[in-house]
């Protein structure tokens, strides 16, 4: 008895994949809200700017992690005022 072959036309193998339907359809809230996910990122590229530039300063790396981080916190704040 022979197999049945699973790949149709063009070589595409048909699956079955189950739908699932967007956060705003099923009543379930987002993770973060849009603009809490902006502060978060404008203040990682903060960060990452400012151990860019202590890097750049010939620091030692765990200096520069620090500086990093404390640029991270520090800009969390001013970003948390503007309106939004």
């Given amino acids: ?3 049945r072959s699973r790949v149709a036309r063009g070589g595409l193998v048909r ?3 189950p739908h699932t339907p967007n956060c705003g359809t ?3 809230q987002p993770l ?3 603009r809490a996910a902006l ?3 404008a203040a990682v590229l903060i960060g990452v700017g400012a151990d860019i530039l202590a890097s750049l300063a010939d620091t030692k790396p765990a ?5 990093s ?6 800009a969390i704040t001013p970003l948390n ?3 939004g």
Wanted: proline share 3%.
């Fill in 39 to 41: 502060m978060l990122i």
């Fill in 63 to 67: 200096h520069a992690v620090l500086v």
């Fill in 32 to 34: 973060l809200k849009q």
């Fill in 69 to 74: 981080g404390a640029a991270f916190t520090a």
């Fill in 1 to 3: 008895m022979a197999a």
């Fill in 81 to 83: 005022a503007l309106p």
């Fill in 15 to 17: 699956v079955a994949v």
């Fill in 26 to 28: 099923s009543g379930e």
